[in-house]
């Protein structure tokens, strides 16, 4: 593929298609919005299909280890007799409600999904353990923040003292609120940045190849 | 009637007034006047865990996070600019790079971003297609993929960028557990504090969309991230202007800005 196929036409067609968007939702003309539309749904439409690119990277890859009987690889046949399964018993009608896809989904794949989910307050812990501790001025404030915050949510906090809650509610409705707001227009700012970078053509990482050699 | 939709003059007159500024820097970028952009910490991260994944004869496992067709849309194109310079890199120094993404609309970006650049550094047959892995839409499922490709593989270094949420933390958790060094980045304010708090290094917020024009180094790509800075002074102003004004009582300029 020519590099102008490959870089300039993506290039133009995204810079164009970002400068329509852009148009599209400060101008109200009924044409178009109407186009607007329709790009957002082309796009909906191409993620389908990608669908079928996923599960094709999955089989494939997971087959490879089968195949070669690499580590552990009855967990991958387990893992690709189920996706099988799933997509199966999901097509059978009435679609996504045969009573097997139900079962699985609600029984096996919801309650998983649960239990991986639960599993963050752990992850909250530790990595809570590890920023508390006051190692430098920044993490100290950290430490001192966060003992008001959690001791305000806590009903034990205000027993201690009715001072606490002040303290805790004060700390994430001023500093920590105007941290974030900060944030917020910051990453404003960086995404005009983005788009102008874009309607520009110099936002090239996606195009594959095209920063210019931006590893030295 | 407004040729502007109504409620969206604030919005319009705020981008319009962003755009010029860093189309002004990018003009005195191309007349010789470079901005200068501070150094980004982690750029110089990404490195040592390529090195260190390198040295340890272990892979780097980085992951692009978030949708093309969605607001996260910025952030995972940021995520793509990295990916080129780290595959670049490893292709480079021979290192062993598996990259997952999030998405599976982005298997077709990623898989073409890591392939041409192993072309472009000399490289082509150290492209192999299953180390593009792809676990799963659903969050928790790429995330305990994720997991169990840091326990099972021990990487290196462990680089996720993009529009993260709680998979994030799942996924730093076990790289932390495992030893290995990680680069996160996202500009997701309910993940700012476990990214910065737990990576080893972070790209937070604007960090994250400046990356690109960081690791390009063209006067273009700077200009857009001085013409920025002069973008944050007119907010600071705006806001400071307001504060005052709304303290005296005067509401009207405040409300200039409700959306």
């Known amino acids: ?216 | 009637m407004s040729i502007v939709a109504a409620g969206k003059v604030n919005q319009l007159a705020l981008l319009l007034a962003f755009s010029a500024a860093i189309a002004f820097v990018i003009y005195s970028a191309l007349k010789g006047k470079m901005p200068e952009i501070r150094r980004l910490s982690a750029v110089d991260t990404i490195d040592q865990c390529i090195g260190r994944a390198v040295e340890m004869g272990r892979p780097i496992l980085y992951s692009s996070v978030g949708y093309l067709t969605t607001i996260d849309a910025p952030q995972t194109i940021a995520s793509f600019t990295v990916l080129e310079y780290v595959a670049r890199k490893a292709a480079k120094m021979n290192a062993d790079l598996r990259v997952v993404p999030r998405y599976a609309v982005l298997i077709p970006s990623m898989t073409d971003i890591v392939k041409s650049a192993y072309i472009a550094e000399g490289h082509p047959e150290m492209f192999k297609s299953e180390k593009i892995m792809f676990f799963s839409d659903t969050q928790f499922a790429y995330a305990t993929g994720m997991m169990g490709e840091i326990a099972r593989e021990r990487p290196a270094s462990v680089i996720v960028l993009g529009a993260q949420s709680g998979e994030a933390l799942c996924t730093l958790e076990s790289a932390v557990i495992h030893g290995a060094m990680s680069v996160f980045g996202t500009a997701n304010t309910h993940q700012l504090p476990w990214v910065a708090l737990t990576a080893t290094d972070s790209l937070i917020g604007e960090e994250l969309f400046a990356v690109g024009a960081y690791i390009s180094k063209e006067p273009i790509s700077v200009g857009t991230i001085g013409g920025g800075d002069i973008a944050r002074f007119i907010c600071i102003a705006i806001i400071g202007v307001g504060a005052l004004l709304a303290t005296a009582g005067v509401r009207w300029f405040a409300d200039l800005f409700k959306i």
């Open chain 1, 1 to 216: 593929m020519s590099s102008f196929v490959r870089t300039q036409v993506p290039l133009f067609v995204g810079a164009a298609l970002t400068f329509y968007m852009l148009v599209e939702f400060f101008i109200p003309v009924p044409i178009l919005t109407q186009g607007g539309v329709e790009i957002r749904t082309w796009g909906v439409i191409i993620a389908a299909f990608t669908m079928g690119l996923g599960v094709t990277t999955l089989v494939d890859n997971n087959l490879r280890i089968i195949r070669r009987r690499g580590r552990n690889w009855p967990y991958y046949l387990y893992s690709l007799i189920l996706m099988c399964v799933m997509i199966v018993t999901g097509l059978m009608p009435p679609m996504t409600k045969h009573f097997v896809f139900l079962w699985l989904y609600n029984n096996a794949f919801s309650r998983l999904a649960q239990a991986m989910y639960s599993i963050l307050a752990f992850f909250i812990t530790t990595a809570t353990f590890r920023a508390f501790r006051a190692t430098t001025f920044a993490s100290a404030c950290v430490l001192v923040a966060g003992i008001f915050v959690i001791l305000t949510l806590a009903p034990i906090g205000a027993a201690i003292s009715p001072v606490i809650p002040v303290i805790g509610t004060w700390v994430q409705n001023v500093p920590n609120l105007a941290g974030m707001r900060a944030i917020v227009i910051g990453v404003g700012i960086g995404i005009v940045a983005l788009g102008v970078r874009t309607i520009l053509g110099y936002e090239r990482g996606h195009l594959a190849g095209g920063t210019g050699g931006g590893a030295t």
